[in-house]
């Protein structure tokens, strides 16, 4: 029918048929059609006389917006349609899904109380908050300690026995919430109590499963793109990690931030012959950061410090093999955006042997700065991350004598860092002159170094273009007032 309707004669200029081809789009991808012909309709969209990828780049916001409205009434067909246009124009659809995405997972509706979880996970018409129930059971109790002697024909040590089994057996049956409550010895005011914080917990219930349900929908797009075209969404993995971690810290999607993050890995390339290397650096850095979801135990029984060192000698024989070939030795900008979390987790661990922290800080210095030829520029390094580690280490290995060779490599990492940047942004220049306020001289000298490094490239940056790419600019009188306090350096550098 959908084949008919697109052959109708009759619908001869081009926007009627890119019109006819959106009305079908949602119709041509539910899930009995995608089951037996999973690309209908690009089918179709040739059958209109239509280039397929033109025609989702030209109506890329009329496609989105479809999806949007759709979403939450034909889940699995909208997944279809993500799917098959991260296909056909994954340049007019991917900027928009990454968009979406880094909105809804920061919401801060998403960070919820422990006690609100155990709600949540407590069924329907049960008391997770049991303190009422026992309160009133108790106060019951209670009035039955007096009683009074109703029976000649028994002690009354025997009716008080008596009474107490049956209170046993009871709570015996009573295996959760006010399951087999005698609601009757209650009274009306205890009663209403109750019912109240049973109404109130249904309404905590019903609030975390909207937000969890919203979650869901925008992670199910997020992962369809992933599943269809992981190579294609590369260029997008330091946003999606930069919104991505805070999520190990709640209660309610750690989980399923974690598995996302897992997921991610499949858009790192540490080589052909190492394809479980992403996993590998996946596992250790949630080992490492913790999140509050349980992980996997396959991946735990090796101890923590072990995996830590034999992940990092394989990154750092990545990192150092062919010195005669620089851009071989080198992971791409996305998969060593992938990698930093990891790295950063083990250098600001203090119990980590000099090796590892030595061999780890090569891996960085490496990629302090990528080839203008690489396939991925040096805009999708974690430039703001790695200056705040840098400086960071910076200050705490100046403290120990027998770190001065890993301050050394810190600094000639930060100004290599500063020196090869194709631009600067706020942020960037932010931590650098953040860094001129630590209590540490070395911290300080290194942030002028990286601040001296940037000179070229601030120079040349017009201020109404910083104006209008940089969502957050620099207030002037931040940088007045650390101008200022830089005039009374205790020691001239």
């Given amino acids: 029918a959908l084949e008919a309707l697109t052959t109708m004669p009759g619908v001869a200029l081009e926007s009627e048929r890119k019109e006819v081809a959106l009305k079908v789009l949602l119709d041509a991808h539910h899930p009995v059609v995608v089951f037996h012909f999973k690309y209908f309709w690009s089918k179709l969209l040739k059958l209109l006389r239509l280039e397929p990828g033109k025609v989702v780049a030209d109506e890329a916001d009329a496609a989105w917006t479809i999806v949007l409205d759709n979403l939450d009434t034909s889940k699995q067909t909208v997944l279809n349609v993500v799917s098959h246009l991260c296909l056909l124009s994954p340049d007019a659809i991917l900027p928009r ?22 709600v949540l996970m407590t069924p329907n018409g049960e008391l997770c908050d049991k303190s009422a129930l026992e309160g009133a059971l108790a106060s019951v109790s ?52 109750i019912a109240a914080k049973l109404q109130e917990e249904a309404e905590i219930r019903e609030k975390l499963r909207r937000i969890e349900a919203k979650f869901q929908s925008s992670l199910s797009i997020l992962t369809s793109a992933l599943d269809c075209n992981p ?21 309610l999607v750690a989980r399923d931030a974690s598995s996302l993050w897992l997921a991610l890995s499949r858009c790192a390339d540490y080589g052909s012959t190492r394809q479980h290397a992403g996993l590998l650096v996946g596992h250790a850095t949630l080992r490492l950061l913790k999140p509050q979801a349980p992980l996997d135990d396959a991946w735990c029984r090796e101890s923590l410090d072990s995996q830590i060192q034999r992940t990092v000698k394989m990154l750092h024989a990545i990192s150092t093999r062919g010195s005669s070939a620089p851009a071989a030795s080198r992971l791409s900008s996305p998969t060593f955006a992938y990698t930093f979390p990891f790295l950063r987790s083990v250098l600001r661990s203090v119990d980590q042997p000099n090796e590892i922290v030595e061999q780890a800080l090569v891996i960085v210095h490496k990629h302090s700065k990528i080839e203008p030829k690489a396939e991925f520029g040096a805009q999708l390094l974690p430039r703001n991350e790695m200056l705040a580690l840098l400086l960071h280490l910076i200050g705490s290995f100046a403290d120990s ?36 306020l630590s209590a540490s001289h070395e911290t300080r000298e290194s942030a002028l170094n990286g601040l001296h490094a940037l000179l070229p490239v601030l120079s040349s940056q017009k201020e109404d273009e910083n104006d209008e790419n940089d969502s957050d600019p620099l207030p002037s009188s931040l940088l007045t007032r650390r101008i200022f306090v830089g005039q009374f350096e205790p020691r001239e550098t």
């Fill in 97 to 118: 899904i990454v968009n979406y995405v880094r909105i809804e997972f920061g919401r801060s509706d998403l960070y919820v109380l422990k006690k609100e979880v155990d």
């Fill in 401 to 436: 004598r027998t770190k001065q060779k890993h301050q050394t490599m810190a600094n000639a990492a930060l100004v290599r860092l500063c020196q090869g940047a194709p631009s600067a942004d706020s942020d960037d220049v932010r931590v650098l002159i953040g860094g001129l």
């Fill in 142 to 193: 209670e009035k039955e300690q007096n009683v009074p002697r109703e029976s000649k024909a028994y002690s009354y040590e025997e009716q008080q026995w008596d009474r107490e089994l049956r209170e046993e057996l009871k709570r015996k049956k009573q295996k959760d919430g006010n399951k087999g409550v005698d609601t009757a010895q209650l009274t009306k005011k205890q009663q209403e109590a």
């Fill in 231 to 251: 190579s294609s969404l590369r260029r997008f993995v330091p946003a999606l990690i930069r919104c991505t971690l805070p999520l190990f810290s709640s209660l």
